[in-house]
C-alpha cells in the first residue's frame, strides 16, 4: 500500500492563492496517475484534478479549469495543486489519491491520504 502525505492546507483569502502538495511513500504501478478531490461539509466527495506521472496527462473539473493548476514532481514523488484566485465555495477537506488508471482514480479505488482543510474567507 502507497502511504500518501498532504501538506499545504490552511485559510485564506477569497482571491488568494495556496499549494497543496501531496507526497507519495514511493512510485509503482498503483501511483501512475495522482489526483486531489475535496469534500465540503454535507456534500459528496468530488474530483478536482489528476495528473499521469508518465507523459503530460492532466484532468481538471471544470469548476476549477483556468484557477488550479496540477504538477509533479519526480525526483521527490511530490503532486502539487496551485490554487489560485480562490473562492468560498473552494474550501473542504481535499484528499490526495493514487491509482494505476484515471479510470479507477475516479472511481476511488486506489490509496487515500488523510485529507486537509483548505478554507477560503470571503
Known amino acids: 500500500q502507497v502511504q500518501l502525505v498532504e501538506s499545504g492546507g490552511g485559510l485564506v483569502q477569497a482571491g488568494g492563492s495556496l499549494r497543496l502538495s501531496c507526497a507519495a511513500s514511493?512510485?509503482?504501478?498503483?501511483?501512475?496517475?495522482m489526483g486531489w478531490f475535496r469534500q465540503a461539509p454535507g456534500q459528496e466527495r468530488e474530483f478536482v484534478a489528476a495528473?499521469?506521472?508518465?507523459?503530460?496527462?492532466?484532468w481538471y473539473a471544470d469548476s476549477v479549469k483556468g484557477r488550479f493548476t496540477i504538477s509533479k514532481d519526480y525526483a521527490k514523488n511530490t503532486m502539487y495543486l496551485q490554487m489560485n484566485s480562490l473562492k468560498p465555495e473552494d474550501a473542504a477537506v481535499y484528499y490526495c489519491t493514487a491509482d494505476s488508471t484515471y479510470a479507477n482514480l475516479r472511481n476511488g479505488r486506489g490509496s487515500w491520504g488523510q485529507g486537509i482543510k483548505v478554507t477560503a474567507s470571503s
Open positions: 514511493r512510485r509503482t504501478f498503483s501511483t501512475h496517475v
Open positions: 495528473i499521469a506521472w508518465s507523459g503530460d496527462s492532466t
